[in-house]
């Protein structure tokens, strides 16, 4: 495989429900992400994972957990989540440089969440 | 705050040109992107311009003027594939990405 892999595609779940989305990257990346995004709205970055450091958004609920156990995965565990939740969260991978580069995002193709 | 503002969709003819702005206020500067995304796909990189002028890259080119926050998208001799939505991204002081909503292009035959 190549590139940046999503599992699951679709995910249909209950508030009570706990599940996780899963990431992985092949491209040798050592940065990866996780965006929210929802319709007729800009990219929400949620958790990014950056040479071994975790930077979060302090907007995000804590109902949203990520874990990246090495530089190729990444996991975004769920809990308890709500009906405003739904939306398609993506998993990104970069190579950030010491310099000024242009750390292009490289996207899976995201993890449809609708939450009941 | 920090904003990037896009028309929410457009519509053109195969075969013809289409530009897309994006205009931006941001914290600071350190570059300006543009990625393609395909209903149900994932968004890919289409352009990166770091200082002012037009960037060609085949039928896609990339204009920025930084003075004026001010980017678009061109698109020569459009084609049906190229129905999808353009998402405009500013990398801040802070080296954040700040995104657009993005533009969602409607190709006509």
């Known amino acids: 495989e190549t590139g940046v892999t999503q599992t699951p595609r679709h995910l249909v779940m209950g508030m009570t429900n706990k599940k996780s989305l899963k990431c992985e990257q092949h491209?040798?990346?050592?940065?990866m992400y996780w965006y929210k995004q929802s319709a007729k709205k800009p990219l929400e970055l949620m958790f990014v994972?950056?040479?071994?450091?975790?930077?979060e958004n302090n907007s995000v609920p804590s109902r949203f957990s990520p874990e990246c156990p090495n530089s190729s995965h990444l996991f975004l565990h769920l809990h308890t989540l709500q009906p405003e939740d739904s939306a398609l969260y993506l998993c990104?991978?970069?190579?950030?440089?010491?310099?000024?580069?242009?750390?292009?995002?490289?996207f899976g193709a995201g993890s449809r969440l609708t939450v009941l | 705050g920090q904003n990037i503002d896009q028309p929410t969709e457009m519509t053109a003819t195969e075969g013809a040109i289409v530009q897309i702005n994006c205009t931006y206020q941001?914290?600071?500067?350190?570059?300006l992107f543009w990625y393609q995304q395909h209903a149900g796909e994932a968004p890919t990189f289409l352009s990166y311009?770091?200082l002012d002028g037009l960037e060609e890259k085949g039928r896609f080119s990339s204009f920025l003027s930084r003075s004026k926050g001010y980017s678009y998208l061109l698109l020569k001799e459009l084609q049906m594939k190229d129905s999808a939505s353009y998402l405009c991204?500013?990398?801040?002081?802070?080296?954040?990405?700040?995104w657009g909503a993005g533009t969602k292009l409607i190709i006509k035959p």
């Open positions: 990104a991978s970069s190579q950030v440089a010491s310099g000024y580069g242009a750390n292009v995002l490289t």
């Open positions: 491209l040798g990346h050592n940065a």
């Open positions: 994972y950056s040479l071994e450091e975790r930077v």
């Open positions: 941001t914290s600071g500067f350190n570059g």
């Open positions: 311009n770091v």
């Open positions: 991204a500013v990398r801040d002081s802070n080296y954040q990405l700040i």
